[in-house]
C-alpha cells in the first residue's frame, strides 16, 4: 500500500511504509522489515507499469467513431486496438457483441461535492494484465448488438428463465453482478429498487462478494460430504471450480476477487489437512495478490468497502462473548457481523452516499434469511440455463420475498450525511481503535465510550461555530442549479434537467451535492420558469430532502414539466408560493428579493417570464436572472453587482451592453455544459471582456463556491 501510495505522489504513503517496517521491528522479525521493503518496491513497480501505458485511444479523442466490440453491461471491450471505454448513455441492450457509434471525449473528474469522479474510478479499474479505461463514447447510438455467448450467456438466460422482469433484474444482479436491469427498476414513480437498497442497508446484497462464495462452496461441500467423498476432492474440487467461476463467469471486481482468493486459500487449507489459516493473515494475502494485479483498486470503494466488512467481521467472535450467554451463538453472531460491517464501513459509506442506513440490522437479519437459499438455488438455475423454468418456480417467490423486505425497509428515514474531511477519518480511526481495545480486554468501557464522545464532540464544533455563508453554483451540465447558504436560511433556485434523456440530474447529481455539503433541508425551492434544463431536477429534490416552500413565478397552464413539478409537491406536502416583485425575505443580515415577475402580464415565452433574484449583504450583491433576455433584464433595475449569474447560460440574447453597465460586475458565472445551442455566444464572452469582467464557468471550473460576507 505504502509503494502504491508513492507511485500516486502521495507523500504520506512513505508513513504507511513507515508503520509497516515498525510493527516488524517491534516484533523482533528484522527478515519481516526487509519483505515490507520489497512489497513496497513491488507495489510502486505495479502502479507506474500502469500507469505508464500509453492510451491506445488517445489518437481519436475528440473523433466521432463507430467502434465494435464485445459489451460487460459497463464496459466496451474492443480488441484492436486492446482497450475498454464507457458509453454513455449506457445502451439498454444485454451483454455482447456490440457496435455503436458516437464521440470520443475524455472522462471526466468530480463536478460536484459529492459527485461522481469518473476519471478516477475508470483510472482504478486498469490493471497489469487488463487495460485500463480510458475514453468515454459520448451521445452513443447503438447500430447492432447480439446476444451474449458462452458460458455467461447460457448461465443469464437460466436465470431470467420464467422470471417476471423485476425479479430476472435482481437474480442477475445477485448471482453475475450486473445492475444495468435492476437500476431501471422502480417500485413506484420515483422510488428507484437500487435506492431502495442503499437507504435499506442491503446494497452489498447486489455486489458479489463473500456471500455468495461462502453459500454456493458450502452447498457443494454439504453434498459432497452426503457422498461420502474424502477430503482433499471435499474442499479440493470446490477451491478449484472457483477459478473458472471468477474468471469465466462473473468477471473480476475487488469484492468477488477476494473472496475466491480468500475462499481459495481456506478450501486449499482443509484439503491438505492444514486446517483454517490466520483470519487476518488471510485477508492480508488477499490485499496483496488484489493490489500487485490491479494496483489502483486501493483508490476503488469497493475495494475498501470490502476488505474494511472483513477486518471488522474477523472481531466477531469477541463481539459475540460481550453478548448474554443465553442467547443462542448463531443469532449473536448474526447481530454482531451486522453491526460490525456496518461499524467498519461507516466513514466510507458516509463521505460516498452522503447518508448512513438506520434500520441496517433488522433488513440484512431479514434478507439474510432470504439470501441462504436464493443464491444457491439462482445458481442452479443459472447451471441449467433455459431448462432453469422448473427451479425458478422456487426462486420467483423467493425473490419477491427479498424485493418485498427491501421496499418495506427502504422506506425507512436515513441519516443524512455531509462531506467527511480528513480530521473526520481520522477521529473514526481513534474511535475504532478504542472499540478494538474495548472487545480485546485493554481498555474499560467509559474510556472507549468517552473517546467516542469527545471526538463526535470535536467534530460537532466547527460547523456550528462557523456556520457556512456561500453562493454554490452547481455544476448541472446545460441546466441551472444554485444554493444559498446561510446560517438559517437555504434556498435552492433550480435543479437542472436533462432534456431528451432520462438521466435524473437531481436525483443524481443534486441531491448528492446537497447531501455532501451537509444541507439537510432546504427552507424555499424556487422554480424560475419552465423549462426542462431548469426545473426537471427539482421533482426529486422535493421527494428527497425536507422542503419548506416552493416559489414559482408564472403558474402556467398545462405545461407538462410544470405539472409535474407541482404534483411532486402536492405529494409532498410543500406549499407553492407564486412570487411577484417585492417580495423578499431576510436573514443573517442578507437581503433575497425578488426583482421579476411583476404578474401583471405574461409573455408567452417562458424565458422571458423567469423569477429574477438579487442577493444582498451589506455591500455585497449578486443576481440570479434565470433565463431573461434583452432588453427585459436591462428594465427590472438590477442594480450595481459584485458577481452577476449570467442569465440564459449566456446566450447571445442575454446579458448586453446595457446591463453590464447597469450592473458593472466584477465577476461573472455561467452555469453550462456540453451543448448544441452555442453556449456561451461569443458576442457574450467578447461584452464580458471588454467591461473587464472575470469569467467562470461551470463546464470549465466544475462547481462554483462562493462566500457571502
Known sequence: MGGIQLGLGVWWGALTLLLGMVLAL???????????????????????????RPDPLLPWRGAQVTLSGEWDGQFLNLRDPRARLV???????????LVVSGRLVAPEGQRTPGGFN?????????GVFVPTPTAVLVAAQVRGSQPERGLRGWFRRGLTAGLPTRE????????????????????????????AFNRAGLAHLMALSGQNVALITGVLIWLLTRLGW?????????????VPYLFVLVGVSPSITRAVVMGGV??????????????????????????LLFPMWLLDIGFQLSFLAVLALSLSGRAARRLPERWPLWLRLALVASVLAELGTLPVIAATFGQLPLVGLPANLAAGVVMAALVPLGFVAGLLGPLAAPVNVLVGPLAAGLLGIVEAFGQAPVLAWGQVSPAGFVAYAVCAGAGVLWLLGRVRAPVALGTVLACALLLALPPRLHPAREMVYLDVGQGDATLIRLPHLTVLVDAGGSVGSDYDVGGRTVVPALRALGVRHLDVVVGTHADTDHIEGLNSVLRALPVGELWIGHNKAGDPVLDTLLAAAREEGVPVREVRRGDHVRSDGVDLSVLWPEGRVWSTEDNENSVALRVQSGAWSTAILGD??????????VGKLNVLKVAHHGSRFSTDAELLRQTAPTDAVISVGRNTYGHPHPDVLGRLGAAGVRVWRTDQSGTIRWPIP
Open 266 to 291: 481456506v478450501l486449499l487449507a482443509l484439503a491438505v489437512g492444514r486446517g483454517r489459516p490466520d483470519p487476518i493473515g488471510i485477508t492480508a494475502l488477499a490485499a496483496l495478490v488484489c493490489l
Open 230 to 242: 474424502p477430503p482433499a476432492w471435499r474442499y479440493g474440487l470446490p477451491a478449484a471450480l472457483l
Open 168 to 195: 430476472a433484474a435482481l437474480m442477475t444482479a445477485i448471482e453475475l453482478g450486473d445492475r444495468n436491469d435492476i437500476g431501471q427498476q422502480e417500485f413506484t414513480q420515483g422510488y428507484r429498487v437500487r435506492d
Open 87 to 97: 458509453l454513455a448513455p449506457k445502451p439498454l441492450v444485454r451483454p455482447g457483441p
Open 118 to 126: 469518473q476519471a478516477a474510478w475508470l483510472r482504478a479499474q486498469g
Open 628 to 637: 431573461l433576455p434583452d432588453p427585459a433584464e436591462d428594465l427590472i433595475g
Open 26 to 52: 517491534r516484533d523482533a522479525r528484522p527478515l519481516l522489515a526487509v519483505l515490507a521493503l520489497a512489497g513496497a518496491a513491488a507495489g510502486f513497480g505495479s502502479e507506474r507499469l500502469v500507469a505508464a
